[in-house]
């Protein structure tokens, strides 16, 4: 009966959001307010020299016009974690950041969840070899601006600039908890492929023109051209462009797909 009553309670709450919703109109808002999540799911050998490069020079881009970005998945970061540790605004944030990451490490602990899982079979199929090359690759994502600000799960943004935000590196819920903490997109990298979609547009990026080509339902940008001998200052740019258009309402291939999944952390260990 209880749960019967929470399940009422709940569509009641939903149906109130999808009235809210209905009722809002696009409108010129400046480039400034935009907040970008970013991610990546399914990386390989190239993911870190090419579409978690590009990522990175798109965030770094918007931060300069006034925007906001949030870095997510601590523990797709462990053994790279003191790059952003060096580019803390301050010693408030420093500590937040330090305390973030060392607080999933003994999560980790407390559960008896060996750390060297990471990276996945998939990972290492595409040619990551370690936790750190991965994570290496990983925080290329936040580009080259100071940290900003550190939040906890659930939180959302802050400040302007680069947020770090608290969460897993589980692709469903990581999305899900970006677009909680206020992100309008999330930017999603990958090398092997996925059809992921989220509560807000999800932009997939290939690490190399194969999977572009052989996924082309699934892929949104080509980061392989890097690979090719095209210049990142010319890439970086017409990324750039095509998220002011997905910001302005061009769909993304899950959109069209009709993909929109939804995770929320659960207790136990979530890689």
């Not at 907040?35 to 020079?57: M, P, Q």
């Not at 008896?112 to 936790?131: A, D, F, M, W, Y």
């Not at 997939?204 to 572009?212: E, Q, R, T």
């Not at 002011?244 to 136990?268: H, L, M």
């Amino acid at each position: 009966m209880k749960l019967l009553l929470r399940c009422e309670a709940c569509g009641k709450l939903l149906a109130e959001l999808r009235d809210a919703a209905a009722t809002v109109q696009r409108e010129p808002v400046p480039v400034s307010k935009l907040r970008i999540g970013l991610k990546c799911g399914g990386s390989d050998a190239f993911s870190g020299l090419t579409a978690n490069a590009l990522v990175g020079a798109a965030s770094d881009r918007l931060i300069a016009r006034g925007g906001s970005a949030v870095l997510t998945e601590i523990p797709e970061a462990f053994g790279a974690e003191t790059i952003l540790f060096n580019r803390c605004v301050n010693e408030a944030v420093f500590d937040r950041a330090v305390a973030v990451v060392n607080d999933f490490k003994n999560y980790f602990i407390s559960h008896g969840e060996p750390v060297g899982e990471n990276p996945s079979p998939g990972n290492k199929q595409g040619g990551i070899s370690t936790l750190e090359d991965k994570s290496l690759g990983c925080v290329q994502k936040g580009g080259t601006a100071p940290l900003a600000d550190v939040i906890r799960y659930g939180e959302r943004i802050k400040s302007d600039g680069l947020t770090l935000l608290e969460g897993p590196g589980n692709d469903i819920v990581a999305v899900t908890a970006l677009a909680a903490a206020g992100c309008q997109m999330v930017l999603f990298t990958t090398g092997r492929g996925t059809p992921l979609g989220g509560p807000v547009p999800v932009v997939k990026i290939s690490s190399n023109s194969a999977l572009a080509e052989r996924k082309k339902n699934w892929t949104d940008y080509n980061a392989g051209v890097l690979l090719e001998g095209a210049a990142m200052d010319d890439v970086g740019d017409a990324f750039f462009e095509y998220l002011v258009d997905v910001a302005s309402g061009f769909k993304t291939r899950s959109e069209e797909n009709g993909y929109r999944d939804f995770a929320i952390w659960k207790q136990g260990v979530t890689l």
